[in-house]
């Protein structure tokens, strides 16, 4: 629980990290290149999400992504108080209050914040799906490639099946937006294979 419902200055909207700035941060705090992997992908969906069906600019495309590049950069090194650390950094860092309160409104249920924004609502969303849509993607011969919304969703269903991923959260988030499961599974299937590939240390 964060204990708190506010975050980072209205004064300092408009600012959040460069890719550089967010990828050192990645290196530094998360060595665990699956849980950077799952970053990622958040982020690229975000990213897709922003540009397709917000039709926002470049500008506030990485504004999404950058929010999904970080919402778990705590999560390795800090894991009993996810995600206090993040939120302090970034507001050390003077960032726009809107990346800060979406990272922290990812879990409401756990950090006792609410989703109130479309991007915080979106990165919810995204959160446990594009988690489960991968981990359904790497017991699957054709990885990616011919899944269904309905093979989503009969592994959902299968309780033992990625069964630390919380059926209750993604039914809660599409609640919310509010939008059928079934098409932000269509749009995880339909993106993030696409997520570039992104090298750690060269
Ligand atoms: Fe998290
Ligand atoms: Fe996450």
Redo the contacts with the bound molecule.
């Keep these: 629980m964060l204990n708190r419902q506010a975050f980072g200055d209205p004064a300092n909207a408009g600012n959040w990290p460069t890719e550089k700035e967010a990828r050192d941060l990645l290196e530094n705090w998360v060595p665990n290149e699956k849980l950077r992997n799952?970053?990622f992908q958040?982020g690229w969906l975000l990213r897709c999400w922003a540009k397709e069906k917000e039709g926002l600019d470049e500008h506030h495309q990485w504004k999404w992504q950058v929010t999904g590049w970080l919402?778990?950069a705590d999560?390795e090194k800090w894991p009993e108080t996810h995600c206090q650390k993040i939120v302090e950094e970034l507001e050390q860092r003077q960032t726009d209050p809107e990346v800060i309160n979406a990272i922290a409104a990812?879990g409401p249920a756990h950090f006792g914040v609410e989703p109130k924004t479309r991007l915080d609502k979106m990165l919810y969303a995204f959160?446990?799906l594009?988690?489960f849509v991968h981990a359904y993607s790497l017991m699957r011969p054709g990885g990616y490639q011919g899944m269904e919304t309905k093979g989503v969703l009969k592994r959902l269903k299968d309780k033992t099946f990625a069964a630390q991923v919380s059926r209750e959260d993604i039914r809660d988030a599409a609640e919310r937006i509010p939008m059928p499961v079934e098409e932000l599974i269509d749009f995880v299937i339909s993106h993030q294979a696409d997520t570039p590939q992104i090298k750690s240390r060269p």
């Design positions: 799952h970053m958040v919402h778990d999560w990812h959160d446990e594009s988690g």
